[in-house]
C-alpha cells in the first residue's frame, strides 16, 4: 500500500515511516497537552470537592460513574475497532467511518434507557436525580465524537488535543465561578454538559472536512464492524465495570462519605491515564499497521511501549508512597486526609493498568478480542467478589486494595494469551530492571527528605529533576531507539521461546 502522508488530510501509512516528523510531534503534543490538561484537572476536582463535601462529592462521583458506563454503551468497542480497520485499508476510509458513525447512532438509544434507569436506581435526592438526567443529555450527542478516529488515523492528534484543553479550561473556568457561588450538583452538571456538548460539535465539525462518510454505509463493513466489535465491547464494558463498580459498592456498602474520601483520590489516577492513553493513540494505527507487514517491527514497539509505560508509572508511585497525606490535604483540604492511604495502593495499581492499555491493543490486533472477554469475566468475579466481602469491613482501603489485586490478575492473564498466541518465552527483561532501581533510589531519596521536613513542593521538585536524571544516569531510557521506532525502523524483537 503506498504512503499517504504527504497532505494533512490523507491517511497516514504509520508501517512506512514516511513522516517521523509528523508521528513524533504527534506524541509529543499529546503528552504536554495532557499533561497541562492533567494539573488543571487536578486544580479542577479539588474545587469541585471542596464546593460539594465529602456526601456530595460521593454523589457526584458515583454519577459521573454511571454516565460514564452509560457513554459507553454508545460505542462498545466499535471505535477501536474501526481504528484498526482504517489503519490496515486507507481506502476504505469513508465507508469505515460511516459504519461507525451508523453502529453509534443504533447504540445511543438503548444507552440511554439504561442510562436513565441507573440514574433513577442510584439517585438519593431530588438534586442527584436532577444533575443526572442534565449529564444524559450529553448521549445521543456521543455519536459524533467518534469522528475523532479521523483525527487518529491521520496522526494529528493534536487536533483532539487543542478541543480536550478548550473544554477543560471552560470547564475549569465554571467550576471556578460554581465554587464561588456556593453551588451545588445541578450547576456542575449543566456545566458539563454544555461544555461537552460545545467541544464535541465543534471536533466532528473540523473532522468533517478531512473525510465525508459514507452514509448509507455498505452492509458489509457494517457486519465486520460489529463482528469484531462485539468481543471487544463487551470485554470493554467488563472492564469498565470492574474498574468503576467498586465506586458504587463503596457508595451502597459504606456510604457517601467513604464513596467520597475513595473518589478523591481515584481521581488523581484517572488524570494519570494521560500517560498510556497517549502512548496508545498513536501506537495504535503503528501496531495494527505492522502486524501483517513487519512482525520484528511490531514486537519492538510493544517491548519500547511497554518500558516507556513503566517509567511514568513507577515515578508516580514512588512520590505517592511518600508524599501521598500531603499531597492529598494540598488538593482536597484537611477533611480528606483520611483518604491519603488510599492513593499509593492505587498508583500501584496504575502500573498494570498501564501494561493493561498494551495488552488490550495487542490482542485486538492479533485478533484475539474474544480473549478480552476471558480477562474480563476474571477481572469482575475477583473485584465484585473481594469488594462485597472486605468493604463491610475495612471500607474504602478494601476497594483500593482489591483494585491493585484485580489489576494484577489482568495483566498476568492477558500476557498469558498474548505469549501464547505469538509463541514467545518470557520477555528479556531489558532496561525495566533500571527503571526500578531509578525509581527505588528516588524514593528512598524522597523519603529522607521528608523525614528532615521538607514541604510538598520540595519533594514534587526534586523528583521532578532527580527522576530524569537517574533515568539518564542508569540508560533506562534510550532516545535513539524511540526515535527509531517512531520512524518506521525496526529494533531487535523480544527472542523466540526457549532463548
Given at each position: 500500500?503506498?504512503?499517504?502522508?504527504?497532505?494533512?488530510?490523507?491517511?497516514?501509512?504509520?508501517?512506512?515511516?514516511?513522516?517521523?516528523?509528523?508521528?513524533?510531534?504527534?506524541?509529543?503534543?499529546?503528552?504536554?497537552?495532557?499533561?497541562?490538561?492533567?494539573?488543571?484537572?487536578?486544580?479542577?476536582?479539588?474545587?469541585?470537592?471542596?464546593?460539594?463535601?465529602?456526601?456530595?462529592?460521593?454523589?457526584?462521583?458515583?454519577?459521573?460513574?454511571?454516565?460514564?458506563?452509560?457513554?459507553?454503551?454508545?460505542?462498545?468497542?466499535?471505535?477501536?475497532?474501526?481504528?484498526?480497520?482504517?489503519?490496515?485499508?486507507?481506502?476504505?476510509?469513508?465507508?469505515?467511518?460511516?459504519?461507525?458513525?451508523?453502529?453509534?447512532?443504533?447504540?445511543?438509544?438503548?444507552?440511554?434507557?439504561?442510562?436513565?434507569?441507573?440514574?433513577?436506581?442510584?439517585?438519593?435526592?431530588?438534586?442527584?436525580?436532577?444533575?443526572?438526567?442534565?449529564?444524559?443529555?450529553?448521549?445521543?450527542?456521543?455519536?459524533?465524537?467518534?469522528?475523532?478516529?479521523?483525527?487518529?488515523?491521520?496522526?494529528?492528534?493534536?487536533?483532539?488535543?487543542?478541543?480536550?484543553?478548550?473544554?477543560?479550561?471552560?470547564?475549569?473556568?465554571?467550576?471556578?465561578?460554581?465554587?464561588?457561588?456556593?453551588?451545588?450538583?445541578?450547576?456542575?452538571?449543566?456545566?458539563?454538559?454544555?461544555?461537552?456538548?460545545?467541544?464535541?460539535?465543534?471536533?466532528?465539525?473540523?473532522?468533517?472536512?478531512?473525510?465525508?462518510?459514507?452514509?448509507?454505509?455498505?452492509?458489509?463493513?457494517?457486519?465486520?464492524?460489529?463482528?469484531?466489535?462485539?468481543?471487544?465491547?463487551?470485554?470493554?464494558?467488563?472492564?469498565?465495570?470492574?474498574?468503576?463498580?467498586?465506586?458504587?459498592?463503596?457508595?451502597?456498602?459504606?456510604?457517601?462519605?467513604?464513596?467520597?474520601?475513595?473518589?478523591?483520590?481515584?481521581?488523581?489516577?484517572?488524570?494519570?491515564h494521560f500517560v498510556p492513553i497517549s502512548l496508545m493513540t498513536t501506537a495504535a494505527p503503528i501496531l495494527a499497521a505492522s502486524w501483517g507487514r513487519d512482525r520484528a517491527h511490531m514486537l519492538g514497539l510493544s517491548r519500547l511501549i511497554a518500558e516507556l509505560l513503566t517509567v511514568a508509572s513507577l515515578g508516580g508511585l514512588a512520590v505517592t508512597i511518600v508524599a501521598a497525606e500531603p499531597l492529598t490535604v494540598f488538593l482536597f483540604g484537611e477533611s480528606f486526609k483520611d483518604a491519603a492511604p488510599a492513593l499509593p495502593?492505587?498508583?500501584?495499581?496504575?502500573?498494570?493498568?498501564?501494561?493493561?492499555?498494551?495488552?488490550?491493543?495487542?490482542?485486538?490486533?492479533?485478533?484475539?478480542?474474544?480473549?478480552?472477554?476471558?480477562?474480563?469475566?476474571?477481572?469482575?468475579?475477583?473485584?465484585?467478589?473481594?469488594?462485597?466481602?472486605?468493604?463491610?469491613?475495612?471500607?474504602?482501603?478494601?476497594?483500593?486494595?482489591?483494585?491493585?489485586?484485580?489489576?494484577?490478575?489482568?495483566?498476568?492473564?492477558?500476557?498469558?494469551?498474548?505469549?501464547?498466541?505469538?509463541?514467545?518465552?518470557?520477555?528479556?527483561?531489558?532496561?525495566?530492571?533500571?527503571?526500578?532501581?531509578?525509581?527505588?533510589?528516588?524514593?528512598?531519596?524522597?523519603?529522607?527528605?521528608?523525614?528532615?521536613?521538607?514541604?510538598?513542593?520540595?519533594?514534587?521538585?526534586?523528583?521532578?529533576?532527580?527522576?530524569?536524571?537517574?533515568?539518564?544516569?542508569?540508560?533506562?531510557?534510550?532516545?535513539?531507539?524511540?526515535?527509531?521506532?517512531?520512524?518506521?525502523?525496526?529494533?531487535?524483537?523480544?527472542?523466540?521461546?526457549?532463548?
Open positions: 500500500m503506498a504512503t499517504q502522508a504527504s497532505e494533512a488530510g490523507t491517511v497516514l501509512d504509520p508501517s512506512a515511516g514516511a513522516d517521523h516528523r509528523r508521528m513524533t510531534r504527534d506524541v509529543v503534543i499529546q503528552i504536554v497537552a495532557r499533561v497541562l490538561n492533567l494539573a488543571l484537572g487536578i486544580v479542577v476536582t479539588s474545587l469541585v470537592v471542596r464546593t460539594l463535601g465529602q456526601a456530595g462529592f460521593g454523589e457526584w462521583s458515583t454519577l459521573l460513574v454511571v454516565i460514564n458506563l452509560t457513554a459507553y454503551f454508545t460505542s462498545f468497542g466499535v471505535e477501536s475497532v474501526a481504528v484498526r480497520q482504517v489503519a490496515v485499508e486507507p481506502e476504505h476510509e469513508s465507508d469505515w467511518i460511516g459504519a461507525l458513525l451508523m453502529v453509534r447512532l443504533v447504540l445511543s438509544v438503548p444507552a440511554f434507557i439504561i442510562g436513565l434507569i441507573v440514574v433513577l436506581v442510584a439517585q438519593n435526592s431530588t438534586a442527584m436525580l436532577a444533575a443526572g438526567l442534565i449529564l444524559l443529555m450529553q448521549v445521543p450527542f456521543n455519536t459524533v465524537s467518534s469522528l475523532r478516529v479521523v483525527y487518529q488515523s491521520r496522526v494529528r492528534n493534536d487536533l483532539p488535543m487543542y478541543f480536550l484543553t478548550l473544554n477543560s479550561v471552560l470547564w475549569g473556568a465554571a467550576v471556578v465561578v460554581i465554587y464561588f457561588a456556593d453551588g451545588g450538583l445541578v450547576p456542575l452538571a449543566i456545566a458539563m454538559t454544555a461544555t461537552g456538548l460545545l467541544t464535541v460539535l465543534w471536533q466532528a465539525a473540523i473532522a468533517l472536512r478531512f473525510v465525508k462518510p459514507h452514509l448509507p454505509p455498505t452492509r458489509a463493513a457494517m457486519k465486520e464492524l460489529i463482528r469484531i466489535g462485539v468481543p471487544v465491547g463487551t470485554a470493554g464494558l467488563l472492564i469498565i465495570i470492574y474498574a468503576r463498580i467498586d465506586q458504587l459498592l463503596v457508595y451502597g456498602i459504606a456510604g457517601a462519605s467513604d464513596a467520597g474520601l475513595y473518589g478523591s483520590v481515584y481521581r488523581i489516577i484517572e488524570q494519570a495502593v492505587l498508583s500501584a495499581a496504575f502500573v498494570f493498568i498501564c501494561y493493561g492499555y498494551l495488552n488490550s491493543n495487542l490482542l485486538l490486533v492479533i485478533g484475539l478480542q474474544k480473549r478480552l472477554i476471558i480477562t474480563g469475566l476474571i477481572a469482575l468475579v475477583v473485584n465484585i467478589g473481594g469488594n462485597l466481602i472486605f468493604i463491610p469491613i475495612y471500607g474504602f482501603m478494601a476497594a483500593a486494595w482489591l483494585t491493585l489485586i484485580t489489576e494484577l490478575v489482568v495483566v498476568l492473564a492477558a500476557t498469558y494469551f498474548v505469549r501464547h498466541a505469538l509463541h514467545l518465552g518470557w520477555p528479556r527483561p531489558g532496561r525495566i530492571p533500571r527503571i526500578v532501581v531509578a525509581a527505588v533510589v528516588l524514593g528512598l531519596a524522597l523519603w529522607g527528605l521528608d523525614s528532615v521536613g521538607v514541604p510538598l513542593a520540595g519533594l514534587l521538585g526534586v523528583a521532578l529533576v532527580a527522576y530524569p536524571a537517574l533515568l539518564f544516569a542508569l540508560r533506562a531510557v534510550d532516545i535513539q531507539e524511540t526515535r527509531a521506532l517512531l520512524r518506521g525502523g525496526a529494533v531487535a524483537p523480544p527472542p523466540p521461546a526457549g532463548a
